[in-house]
């Protein structure tokens, strides 16, 4: 894992719309120079939200806060019942949040503004493994038409790419100053998540200090409804269980079933949906979209962590150093199974639909498996109801060994509530001042 893997053509032939455009080069090379000029978007297939399922005993049902995206909304009430059920430390979705946006977050938009540029994604199918010199029209191609992915030279297996966290190394408000405006005027519950809102604490960082690179980024990947295997295990995750030192929200913008996946196609009309489509929650993934996120209660952190070091021990796996900080462990239904039997830990099981926004309190562990190909925007902030966690999670990572990735204090959370409270003090003791001297000047 993390070795670079050289990916190659497709085996098989583009579809003919692909093929028209004689710039789309069909191999991946350190030279290649790929037109910016976008691929032909196929038809859309519909893609009807899956039927409602029956709750079942043991698995916990997410709050979900509607109204958001239907015309006007009472921001208020939205805004009070949103801070009510964040009080409580839990994940909840907003749903209908692209409605708000007006600009297209979608592959041919990206493309055509980017598409020339070489970056690092991961194959999600090989253990995480790093994938260079590629550009992102290769990966936008990929992600319209799956005949067109790159594959693995030893095995000619198509490719599960990713591209986290991009653009990587530049803020995404300087690179795409018009999908930043966008975003953040299209943002629920601003007070909380928006970059200046009066409740997100990373806001009172002085101008002089270094700020924590809090986003928002894009999340896009491939999407398989199958798990698939990984080396010697099965993994079908894409990402494995972790979890964040400050509050996220992540929005799905854009789902995408490419008509081509031969490899990934709903079972026939009549036929016998196969097994590895079943799932225990939600029922049959056949003609699936969106992504299954499992998000587990910050409380039950400690349970988890003793079932993933007793499960290492019992398969033979590596020992963790620590089991979520790690992210290397994908929780499949059977492991999930164990956790809620063995442990009594049962967490929110559901399917991220396109305009669905996850909000996930500081601390929650979660994993995260797309079922079809998916574009996402995420978000760090700090609200006042988590920061406690946020300082905990710190010192966490504080105490891991020197080389761990998470070894270091990015978000800053101790400077940011000591300089949320000196602003507090500071406004509490004028208010003060006004008060005494409205007082006096009344009684003279």
């Not at 109204?67 to 009070?80: H, I, M, N, V, Y």
């Amino acid at each position: 894992a993390g070795g670079a893997v050289a990916a190659s053509a497709p085996d098989e032939p583009m579809p003919a719309a692909a093929l028209e455009d004689e710039h789309m080069p069909a191999a991946a090379g350190p030279d290649a120079q790929p037109s910016t000029a976008p691929p032909p978007l196929p038809p859309p297939a519909p893609l009807p939200p899956p039927a409602p399922l029956p709750p079942l005993s043991g698995v916990r049902q997410i709050s979900r806060i509607a109204g958001f995206g239907s015309g006007p909304a009472d921001e208020a009430a939205l805004l009070k019942t949103f801070a009510t059920l964040w009080r409580k430390g839990e994940p909840l979705v907003v749903p209908d949040g692209h409605t708000r946006l007006q600009l297209e977050w979608t592959p041919q938009s990206f493309l055509r503004e980017f598409g020339s540029e070489t970056v690092e994604m991961i194959d999600c199918c090989e253990q995480g493994a790093l994938v260079s010199s590629l550009t992102l029209a290769q990966f936008w191609r990929g992600y319209l038409f799956a005949q067109s992915r790159p594959r693995v030279r030893a095995t000619h297996k198509a490719q599960m790419l990713k591209l986290k966290d991009w653009p990587p190394k530049t803020d995404f408000g300087l690179k795409m100053p018009a999908f930043h405006a966008d975003l953040m005027a299209a943002l629920p519950f601003k007070q909380y998540c928006h970059v200046d809102g009066a409740l997100n604490l990373a806001r009172y960082l002085p101008p002089d200090a270094l700020p924590p690179d809090l986003g928002p980024k894009l999340y896009n990947a491939y999407g398989r409804r199958r798990l698939w295997l990984a080396g010697d295990y099965l993994k079908g995750g894409h990402t494995c269980l972790h979890c964040d030192v400050a509050d996220a929200f992540n929005l799905l913008v854009h789902e995408w079933n490419p008509l081509d996946d031969s490899e990934d196609a709903p079972p026939a009309e009549g036929s016998e949906v196969d097994a590895s489509l079943l799932n225990d929650e939600l029922g049959s993934l056949a003609g699936a979209a969106g992504a299954v996120w499992d998000i587990f209660r910050y409380e039950d952190t400690d349970k988890l962590c003793a079932f993933l070091r007793e499960h290492a021990e019992r398969t033979g796996a590596p020992a963790p150093t620590h089991p979520i900080h790690d992210q290397s462990v994908y929780l499949d239904d059977g492991m999930r199974r164990e956790l809620r039997e063995r442990y009594g830990v049962v967490g929110w099981h559901l399917v991220q639909r396109q305009g669905d926004y996850v909000f996930l309190p500081a601390g929650c562990a979660h994993q995260v498996r797309n079922l079809s190909c998916c574009i996402k925007v995420a978000m760090d902030f700090v609200s006042p109801e988590n920061v406690g966690r946020c300082l905990e999670l710190t010192e966490q990572f504080r105490r891991l060994p020197d080389w761990h990735s998470a070894n270091t204090d990015k978000l800053q959370a101790k400077s940011m509530l000591r300089h949320a409270l000196q602003l507090a003090a500071e406004q509490l003791r004028a208010f003060g001042e006004a008060a005494e001297q409205a007082h006096a000047g009344g009684a003279s």
